[in-house]
Every structure is written in structure tokens, then in C-alpha cells.
């Protein structure tokens, strides 16, 4: 699949920090640092464990990574059959084929790697020539491999765990089972070296945990946790007896090994289950990860032994609701998820991201007994609006839930639920009662609510009372599903299913007019400076309303599935809708023309496109994260040709976290345009170089090339050195010597004597330009003259001029070529402001010789004549220009 259509491309990932698949901590010695790497779906992420910081994200693979581990230098991943190895985290270094089944173990032995896949095969592979060095099988049926440890100081020799229960230990070198262990016919889940040799820990699906002697086959200690099976186990190797194990439940215990008790509890340190865990070396922290899309690092500083969270990155748990840009700049996306949180990914750094809470109908009390314990946890959020006019002063956001009358506010500056729960006093107590969609004036101060009986009410968000409602009894006969305000506060729009949408005067309620539709509303979206409101229909169109004149002037037919989220561009060229068939369209409203259309794996839910232009965002179904794609027409040079009636458009796979394209994808030089389409390749169309004789045309070259040229002198005498060099005091350390079959010196009067000789001058030759001005004169061609000069620099343009004339090597003739040349191309209306620039430079060197010349005063003559009608052509066409904007300007409209 590709990455970008014509408008975007995909650029990164926000809201991704790990998933299932445990984590991997790695010590660079170099960086004197750890690093924590997480898995992310088909890419994975390495972590600076000093703040958290995202380091790098890998290419995509071909499926979702199944296992990953790491050793000093590589990373190893497994995605079904296949396992690559990673340099520094992005650069991919070896890949290994061998497997049948998909590998779900891997684990680095020093030169070689050893993997298992899912039918208990285990390979050795050599890391750097990637050739097998050996199989063992196994059956699944009395021995399935679960898990795999190789115990400190057993030279050769690896330890497997069974779903059996039983362990093995193997000597990889002489491939011979060494000794079996019985087990405790229960699934070993995790194996985890001790500190102590000979000890290691073994996590069971029973929940318990057994501190097993290798040596002795005796089991050293026992315990129990009561929150189901063991996901994950890690020692303490700062001094401290502590062994920490992690449940399926997101708790975590610290067991006291000398006491042989708990010592204390993380209670509800994920909201999944803890599928990474692991202890620093030598010192007192924690990192765990988790399926709850979650990092978080715990240090043990308490006077009890106890931890606490030092830091962590987190995203959502399930997949966004609604996505909107936050503020004038790209920078934060407000993302609301069925979570029932509300949260803001920074585009910039995951160091940014800010977590404005869960949804509550008692946001004290659930912070005092916890998230999780929430018994008055709201539900999901399915529409919010916000302003950032007002974040200092008072509440800016409103959010409404699923299935609930009941409209909260929040506050983005403070990051935390707000006070007030606006329902009005008609709905308390009622059932059946929702708020489908709401809507913030641009001043900050108003909400403005849409409900399923028809409602429509208008609440002050700073004190949180009602203000008014719209209609007699109210609004629509039917679900009102859009409402939107103005930018000055004169008109409010509402759109429901009753096929109706309504213009209503913002103070006093009063019913200006109303459109009746063919099929009801389910979808609005206004750009206010503009004035311009799209509305998504049940019947798959989308409309495009000038609320001014309150007409419809434009109609999208071309949708074949429900219209999930619609989207402007700044500057309301562009109207991008997404639809259920998982298609992204853009439409351009002055042509009323479909310019780009791509398909996504999974249905776009809703997108937002930035005030700058910059990024589209996208959220999807199934996935927690938000996509951005980047606008090519930004940087490069993009036809926005109308795409085809035939038009097939193409998938195009999602961004991952972080996406390197070539350099020839980043930039394009081509001036190419896309006339049309030959199947799905666009086929290129080169502009003309005029497209009419009758219209002036502007040359490409930059202005460095042709502004200055009359202001030469003043540069170089500008840039002249203020001291002139002064020559060394000492004598030079070669010293002046007459050549021949023996070298002699000279003396320094006589070297300077042989440079004060006269030398006779030679008439110079004519330059190549003159050449070519000689050629043109023979041919009456004078194009080439300038095709020359246009790869000239200021400065070689200059001296060309100036040897034109007699007493620099040139002649009158070749004055009057180039005058000619001058005549015929400003006769063409080509290159207009080169050959001003030209002309006047020429005027400048070569003034006094054409006045004393009657042929080229003449041609002057001609040239002026043709120079007056080019610029009153060009003057009639701007004054026009200057009239028309001084009378939209002034008039009273």
C-alpha cells in the first residue's frame, strides 16, 4: 500500500506508547542510560528512561509485532514467521527466514539468537550471518514452550517453560537435554533470574510464584497472589531483598524475600493487565508497561519501602470519539475517546501531551477513591466544542455524552473537569432525554445545545445558567444533530432530522428563515470566516450553505455511505469529508470538483484539519491512536486538476509513529502539471511557456538574477575592502630565480625591472555572447541571445554588456543585434522584467556611444513606442484592480 495521495501524505502517530507485547530495557554504556524500547502495533518505540523521551521509532513492519527483545547492540523483532534485527533503533540490519508458525519468543545468546515459534520449534541462529545452527523440536501436546531464561553462569545451557507446567534445561552446544523438571502442573507464564545463582523465579498461571534452586531442584520459597496469573516478575539488584510480581488485574506486589512476605502493593498502577516489568540495574525503579497504552516508571523512596509514580506517558485506552485542532497553531490536538476521557496530543513532543481527566458526575469523590473505582464514571464522550479565547478566565470547553442530557464543561488551562453540569429544568428528572451536539459562540461566553426532542437552549459557560431557548415550545420536530454560530454573534444555525435547517437571531430566539431540505441532517460544519456551512444529509450528499445569503450553492452527490465528519481548510477552498466506506474526500468549492480521494484500512471516524493548513488529522475505528497526515501542496508543486468521473481511488496504509521519506517524496522540483488520468496514473501535462501572445508573461528566474543589475557599481563599491593589502616587511621565503638547465637567483631590483617591461596588447577576440548576437543577426533569430543570458549571474551579465561596445573589443553592430533582440522579444510580451532590467542596464553602460549613433536612436525610437503600449496594458489592467478593491472597500453592501 502507499503512504500519500495527492494532496497528503502520511507524516506520524500520536497517542501510541505500548501495547501487549512486554516491554525491553536496555543499558547503552555509551549513553551511560537506559532505554526502555515498547511495542506499538507494526513499529516500536525507544524510550530516554530519564524523562520518557521518544528516541526513535522503527519503520513499519509488514504485520503487528508479535515478540521483541534486545542485547547491548541489536534489536530483535518477530512479526509472524520473520525476525529482524534493528541498528539504533531505526536502521535494519539483518533479517532471518527459516520459521513455518509465527515466533512468539525470542532471546539473544551472546553471538546467536534463539526464537521459538508458536509450534515449539526453537532455532539458533548466528546474529551476523543469519544461518541456522540448530533446531529442536518439541510437541505441543506434552511439552509447550511458554517461556524461555538463560540462568546466570550455566555456560550453554537454557531454561524452557511449558504450558505443562515442566521445565527443561538444554545445552544449546551438544543439543542434549540436561535435566526436566517436574513443575506444578500449572502454565509457567514468566521465568526471571534471580540475583543469587542457581535461583530463579518462575510465575505460574495459578497465581503463584516459586523461588526455585536449579542446582538442587528444590523449591526455595513460595507465594501467592491473589489477583490471577503472574504476567510478569523482576528482582531488585540495588541490595534490597525485593522481588516484584505483576498480575493480569494491573496490580503489582513487592514481596520481601529475607522476610518471606509482601512488603506492599501498586494497587491499580495500569487499568489493563502489566504485560512488561522490569527493575533498573542498581537502583530503586521500576518501569512496567501495560496494554492500557501506558509507561510508567515507580520509584521506591518511602520510609516503608513503598513507591510511588515518578513519571509516565500515556494514551488512550480505546479509540477517539472526536478530534479537533486546538488554538491557531498546529501544535495540540484535543482528542475526546470512549475512554470517557478527554486528553490533548501535541504534535511537537509526547512531553507535551496533557490529560485533562475522565468524565465524572462527582469529580471529587473520584478523585479521592480513584479512576477506577469511579462508580460515578460518566459515559463516552460524543461531541465537545472549544475556544481558546476565554482558557484564562473560565471554563472553555463543553462536552456531551452518550445518552445523557446532562452537557459538562471543562477547562483547558487548568486541565481538569469543570464545575457546572448544564441541563436545563424542563429535562430533570426525564428519561430519554440527549444531548446530541453542541456548539460555542466565538466570544467564549455561550453553549449552545442540541437535543433529540428538539430542543435547543443557549447557556452562559462562566456561570453556568440558562440564558434562553429557540422556537415557542422548541426548535424541530426531530432530533436536532447540528448547531452552529457565527463569528459575530448575530445568527445561530440549527440542522435536524425534520429536513429542516433554521436560521435563528443569536439574542432573543426569534426564527429568521428556513431551508427545507429532501432528506434530514446528520452532520454540520461551519467555517465562520467565510461564512460558508456544510451539512452532511442522511442521504449521503453534502450541501454547502452561504449563510448570508442563506442558499445552497453547492451539492456533493458523489458519497455512497453514511458522512462521519467534514472538515474545512482555512482559507474554505477545500471541504474534506469522511464517509463510512472508509473514504477521504476533498472537494474544491470555487470549481464544486473533486481534487483528491484515498481509502484508509479501517472507517475514518472524524478528522480535523489545521489552521495553518499544515496537517489533516484523522481518528479511526479499532485503533487509539490519531493519524496526521501532511499537505504536499505546501512544498511542492501539486496540480489540483479535477480527478476523473472513472476514478479508482487508492488505499493507502496509515502512519506509524514516525515516517522517513525520501528526500525526492519530500520535495519535488517539477513543474509538472496532472492534466488527466491513463488508468490510475496521472499523466503529466507541461504548461506552455505563454499561454496567450496578447498577455504579458513574468520569467521564472529569481529576482537575485536580474533586480540588481543597475545597482552593481554600488554593491562592489560597498563591498570594497576600506584598507588596501599591504605587503610583508620580510623578504618572501622563495626567492626570484632565472629558469633554465641550472636555477640561478637574481637580485630583487632586476625581478622588479622584468615586471615593470612593456608588453604590446592584442586586440581581444569577441566573447561567446558576441558570437551568438553575430549568429542571430545572420538568422534573424534572437531567442538564443536571451537563453544565454539567462544562465548568466549579475555580474558575467555585466561585463557581456560592456564588451559590446568598440572600446571594449566590440562594435556598433553588435549594439544594434542586441537592440534588435530587445525589440522582438519585447514585442512577444515574454520575460517582461528581465527585459526591463536588461534594457535599462544597457542604457546605463552605453548611453553616450547610442547618442551619437542615428540607427540606434531609432531603434530607441521603436523600443519606446513598444514599451508605452505594454505598459498601458498593464496599467489599464491594474488601475482596474486598484478601483475595483477601493470599492469594496468603501461601498455600503
Known sequence: MKDSSKIFTGYKALGFVSNHVPLVLRYIN??????????????????????????????????????????????????????????????????????????????????????????????????????????????????????????????????????????????????????????????????????????????????????????????????????????????????????????????????????????????????????????????????????????????????DGSGRLLRHREGHRAPPTKIQFYGLLAENILSASHDSTLRSFSTIGDNLNKNLGQASFDRKLAKKKGVLHDQRKMPPILDFSAETIREKDWDNIVTCHRNLAMVTTWSYGRCTMGQHKLLHKRFQGQKGVVALCVNMSSCGNFVFIGYNTGHVDKFNIQSGIHRESYGKDKAHDASVRGISTDGLNQIVISGASDRFLKFWKFKGGDLLEEISLEFGVCEMKLHRESAMLAVACDDFTVLVVDIETRRIVRTFCEHFSRITSLAFSSDARWLIVASMDSCIKTWDLPSGTLIDCFLTPTVCTSLTLSQTGEYLATAHADNLGIYLWSNVTLYSHISLWPLPVDYEPQLLDLPSVLIEHDKTQQTSTSDDLHEGLEGNELVEFKSPEQISEDLITLSLLPQSRWQNLLNLDIIKERNKPKDPPKAPKAAPFFLPVIQGLEPKLTNLPEAEAVKSQTFSWKVQPLSQFGLIIQECMKNDNYSPVFMELKKMSPSAIDIEMRSLSPENGGSVELMVGFLRALEEEIKSNKDFELMQSYFGLFLKLHGNVISKNNDMCKILYELSCEQEKAWQRLQLKLNQTLCLATYIKSAVL
Open 30 to 303: 555509551r549513553r551511560k542510560e537506559n532505554l526502555a524500547i515498547t511495542v506499538i502495533g507494526k513499529s516500536f518505540n525507544t524510550y530516554s528512561c530519564g524523562k520518557l523521551a521518544l528516541l526513535s521509532t522503527s519503520n513499519p513492519h509488514p504485520e503487528e509485532i508479535k515478540c521483541i527483545t534486545a542485547d547491548a547492540y541489536l534489536v530483535f523483532t518477530g512479526c509472524k514467521n520473520i525476525i529482524y534485527s534493528w541498528q539504533r533503533g531505526t536502521e535494519l540490519k539483518h533479517v532471518y527466514h527459516g520459521h513455518e508458525k509465527d515466533v512468539h519468543l525470542l532471546m539473544p545468546f551472546g553471538p546467536h539468537l534463539l526464537s521459538v515459534d508458536e509450534d515449539s520449534v526453537l532455532k539458533v541462529w548466528e546474529i551476523k550471518s543469519e544461518t541456522l545452527i540448530l533446531e529442536l523440536y518439541f510437541n505441543n501436546n506434552t511439552f509447550q514452550i511458554t517461556t524461555i531464561l538463560h540462568p546466570n553462569a550455566y555456560l550453554n545451557k537454557i531454561l524452557l517453560g511449558s504450558e505443562q507446567g515442566s521445565m527443561q534445561l538444554w545445552n544449546i552446544r551438544t543439543c542434549k537435554l540436561i535435566y526436566t523438571f517436574a513443575g506444578w502442573n500449572t502454565a509457567i507464564t514468566t521465568l526471571e533470574q534471580a540475583p543469587a545463582i542457581d535461583v530463579v523465579g518462575v510465575g505460574l498461571g495459578n497465581g503463584d510464584i516459586i523461588i526455585h534452586n536449579l542446582k538442587y531442584d528444590e523449591v526455595v520459597m513460595k507465594f501467592n497472589q491473589e489477583w490471577g496469573p503472574v504476567t510478569a516478575l523482576s528482582f531488585r539488584t540495588d541490595g534490597q531483598p525485593i522481588m516484584a510480581s505483576a498480575s493480569s488485574l494491573g496490580h503489582i506486589a513487592l514481596w520481601d524475600l529475607e522476610q518471606q512476605q509482601l512488603q506492599s502493593q501498586l494497587r491499580e498502577a495500569h487499568q489493563e493487565a502489566v504485560t512488561g516489568m522490569k527493575y533498573f540495574p542498581d537502583e530503586p525503579l521500576l518501569i512496567t508497561s501495560s496494554s492500557d497504552n501506558s509507561l510508567k516508571v515507580w520509584i521506591f523512596d518511602l520510609p
